[in-house]
């Protein structure tokens, strides 16, 4: 028998050879797998998003309308009893508020408190979260249970409390650093000084726990290695923690912002309605003493419609800022 025969275990033969060369390849199966729904993965995230979704349109979508609304049209007392008819006004509220130097002298306090707060709240958070890595279990859950009672305590009432501590007749505060009957709501600047503290007060545990939770999720390997090239803290967290928690510290950024820059109960209670002679107003107590105290209701509506404006843009432009740096979110 020919040992060119092709058999198992026998060296194929020269046709042979050339035969498998030239045929063709298998085509790959196009069949889709089984298990994986059909379209892929692109329709699964918002099949889970749509209830969501469908509550944040009902609560959000249409009285944002209804404020955009408001800021065009001629809306004051007279109107919402009836007595005159409603007109539409065009960009005449816009240019009336826009005419106005008090907006102006109030969305520069807006805009310098809410940015005070916002690094307030983030550096002791942030500290504090690094804290409770270093401590130990006994420590960490008083201090989280201390954070998270006054995470909890309602604005007006952790206010209320503030109040008492600074009260110049009967606080503590006082006492303590032997002020006297020194009053912190009569000057304009230790009046949102007292205010900033109550914010970050109240607002820190969120960024603690956030980025503690971050802090844990960073493997131990990489810790230690920072620890043995003799990093010490501050440098370990700006260069091995903060590059890590980027994506963590983007969102408790956007939080802090939004919160910080429509505060209102905490003016409000502290100051008492704005200060004296408004002295310590921000554009939310602005809109509302507009809106309900001098019953122009569209202008309250187009500073509303601003702050909101201004929201959007700084939350889109910071996210753009981190994409060119190439940062994933």
Partial sequence: MSSSTGLGGLRPSATERGAARTAPAPKPSRRRPRGRPLGGSGWTPWLYLAPALAVLAALLVYPVYQLGLISFLQYTQAQVSGGEPTSFQGLDNYATLFSDSQFWSVLLATL???AACVLGTLAVG??????LTRVRALPRLALMLAALGAWAT???TGSTVWMFLFDPDFGPVNRVLGLGDHSWTYGRY???????LEVVWCSFPFVMITVYAGIRAIPGEVLEAAALDGASSWRTWRSVMAPMLRPILTVVTIQSVIWDFK???QIYVMTNGGGIAGQNLVLNVYAYQKAFASSQYSLGSAIGVVMLLILLVATLLYLRV????????
């Fill in 190 to 196: 230790s009046a949102f000084l007292l205010v900033l």
């Fill in 154 to 156: 309602p604005a007006i």
């Fill in 112 to 114: 310098v408190f809410a």
């Fill in 263 to 265: 505060v209102f109960t």
């Fill in 322 to 329: 981190l994409r060119r740096g190439g940062e994933e979110l």
């Fill in 126 to 131: 942030c500290t504090l979260a690094v804290l």
